[in-house]
Antibody, heavy 117, light 110 residues
Framework: EVQLVESGGGLIQPGGSLRLSCAAS????????MHWVRQAPGKGLVWVSR????????SYADSVKGRFTISRDNAKNTLYLQMNSLRSEDTALYYC??????????WGQGILVTVSS | QSALTQPRSVSGSPGQSVTISCTGTSSDIGAYNYVSWYQHHPGKAPKFMIY???ERPSGVPDRFSGSKSGNTASLTISGLQAEDEADYYC??????????FGGGTKVTVL
């Protein structure tokens, strides 16, 4: 059974850093494209970042480019999102999700990141 | 990367059909057939409902169907049921390894 479990969220001050983790089971991250998607309070879903199955090719939304880094650890079968220079507008529920035909077939339950002083 | 345009809400009585539109541009919906739809009950993980414009993943009832014409995609729910009440989001591949979602549509079953 495919499962995705996010962790690492919390309250962080503006300008701070946080690393989100997404532990995958039921499949291998090294065979799969993975994404992060977020949802700000009361707002819609927004695509954030993608990691190709090759483990090195990445892409980012303009709003996070240069501040966020997506990566994975094959041995731990875990996806990461390193978030630096956090802003209040980064406050959101962050989901990791698996790619399937350029869409998203499995999603985690989400992890809340709150950026506030 | 502007969000796709969806109506804020649609509603229907049990058994009726509702259609949710999703309007993009010639750079996203109009350029690619990688349009997908997600059902989202607040507090739960989004659920994969439609991919490649019209395809249903295993386990999704055939009451849900997708289509596309030009820069606009649509999701139709036929035979509306109480459990269909949720938020629905469209998404399109937008080129250069980027994706764009719609703002979401709240479906209310009257």
């Amino acid at each position: 059974e495919v499962q995705l479990v996010e962790s690492g969220g919390g309250l962080i001050q503006p300008g701070g850093s946080l690393r989100l983790s997404c532990a995958a089971s039921g499949f291998s991250l090294s065979d799969t494209v993975m994404h992060w998607v977020r949802q700000a309070p009361g707002k819609g879903l927004v695509w954030v970042s993608r990691l190709h199955s090759d483990g090195t090719t990445t892409s980012y939304a303009d709003s996070v480019k240069g501040r966020f880094t997506i990566s994975r650890d094959n041995a731990k079968n875990t996806l990461y999102l390193q978030m630096n220079s956090l802003r209040s507008e980064d406050t959101a529920l962050y989901y990791c999700t698996r790619d399937s035909v350029w869409s998203f077939d499995y999603w985690g339950q989400g992890i809340l990141v709150t950026v506030s002083s | 990367q502007s969000a796709l345009t969806q109506p804020r809400s649609v509603s229907g009585s049990p058994g009726q059909s509702v259609t949710i539109s999703c309007t993009g541009t010639s750079s996203d919906i109009g350029a690619y057939n990688y349009v997908s739809w997600y059902q989202h009950h607040p507090g739960k993980a989004p659920k994969f409902m439609i991919y490649y414009v019209t395809e249903r993943p295993s386990g999704v009832p055939d009451r849900f169907s997708g289509s596309k014409s030009g820069n606009t995609a649509s999701l139709t729910i036929s035979g509306l049921q109480a459990e269909d009440e949720a938020d629905y989001y469209c998404c399109s591949y937008a080129g250069s390894a980027s994706w764009v979602f719609g703002g979401g549509t709240k479906v209310t079953v009257l």
